[in-house]
């Protein structure tokens, strides 16, 4: 199955990358650029196609992500600390984000001849993010088969989407992804904050997966807080 995958440069993505490579054929990343205000892990998705060597495209979709405002990943608002269970955390939103740069992709993919667009979805994301759910991923992977009807045929490959994150560090593990070389934190600093959702869901997720985690965190004990105060 000709691949493509898109890829953040997050845990996530990457080792989907990986475990593409080992089972499919693996064509391609694609990355988005839609002025995230952590736009450094860009830069560990282009790693992660020249380890695995394969093109990467970057897709600059900051004119159009400049219109999804509110979100505190792109404007100036303060991401906020604890789980992703929490409330709070739905301030992290993008209003349509995956259902945009999953439209590029497919007709990315189509022009490539590909078999399959594949993105790193998983339940852990259902309840904040909507276009994150399976009933999201089947109605549009419903909708690009009449889009491409007569031109092309594109599936939409989710395998982590009814899988927790610890699931996710488990398969990296086995396709040997490089956890280290991946970027996660919604600040964008240093290093990982440990504080904000995504860094709390990482640690956690190493935590359950029983694998040691190598990521550097600023609060590295942060995480055990916010999973005992969800």
Same mark, same amino acid.
């Given at each position: 199955?000709?691949?493509?995958?898109?890829?953040?440069?997050?845990?996530?993505?990457?080792?989907?990358?990986?475990?593409?490579?080992?089972?499919?054929?693996?064509?391609?990343?694609?990355? !988005?650029?839609?002025?995230?205000?952590?736009?450094?892990?860009?830069?560990?998705?282009?790693? &992660?196609?020249? %380890? =695995?060597?394969? @093109?990467?495209?970057?897709?600059?979709?900051?004119?159009?992500?400049?219109?999804?405002?509110?979100?505190?990943?792109?404007?100036?608002?303060?991401?906020?600390?604890?789980?992703?269970?929490?409330?709070?955390?739905?301030?992290?939103?993008?209003?349509?984000?995956?259902?945009?740069?999953?439209?590029?992709?497919?007709?990315?993919?189509?022009?490539?001849?590909?078999?399959?667009?594949?993105?790193?979805?998983?339940?852990?994301?259902?309840?904040?993010?909507?276009?994150?759910?399976?009933? !999201?991923?089947?109605?549009?992977?419903?909708?690009?088969?009449?889009?491409?009807?007569?031109? &092309?045929?594109? %599936? =939409?490959?989710? @395998?982590?989407?009814?899988?927790?994150?610890?699931?996710?560090?488990?398969?990296?593990?086995?396709?040997?992804?490089?956890?280290?070389?991946?970027?996660?934190?919604?600040?964008?600093?240093?290093?990982?904050?440990?504080?904000?959702?995504?860094?709390?869901?990482?640690?956690?997720?190493?935590?359950?997966?029983?694998?040691?985690?190598?990521?550097?965190?600023?609060?590295?004990?942060?995480?055990?807080?916010?999973?005992?105060?969800?």
């Amino acid at each position: 199955m000709k691949t493509l995958v898109i890829c953040s440069g997050g845990l996530d993505s990457v080792s989907l990358a990986h475990k593409v490579a080992a089972e499919h054929d693996l064509i391609g990343l694609i990355s !988005f650029d839609y002025g995230q205000r952590h736009r450094k892990e860009l830069d560990f998705a282009a790693r &992660a196609a020249t %380890r =695995l060597g394969v @093109p990467h495209d970057l897709i600059d979709m900051r004119q159009i992500g400049a219109h999804l405002s509110g979100s505190a990943l792109t404007d100036d608002v303060d991401v906020p600390d604890g789980h992703y269970a929490e409330d709070t955390m739905k301030i992290t939103v993008v209003p349509n984000r995956n259902a945009i740069m999953l439209a590029i992709a497919f007709g990315i993919a189509a022009a490539k001849q590909a078999d399959a667009v594949a993105t790193a979805v998983h339940g852990g994301d259902h309840f904040i993010y909507p276009d994150c759910r399976p009933g !999201f991923t089947q109605a549009f992977e419903a909708m690009q088969a009449h889009a491409l009807d007569g031109y &092309a045929s594109v %599936r =939409l490959y989710t @395998p982590f989407v009814h899988e927790p994150k610890s699931a996710i560090v488990s398969e990296g593990a086995r396709h040997n992804t490089p956890f280290a070389d991946t970027w996660s934190c919604y600040k964008g600093g240093e290093v990982h904050c440990g504080r904000c959702g995504t860094c709390v869901e990482r640690r956690e997720a190493f935590h359950l997966a029983g694998v040691s985690d190598p990521t550097v965190y600023a609060d590295p004990e942060f995480w055990r807080a916010a999973v005992e105060g969800r």
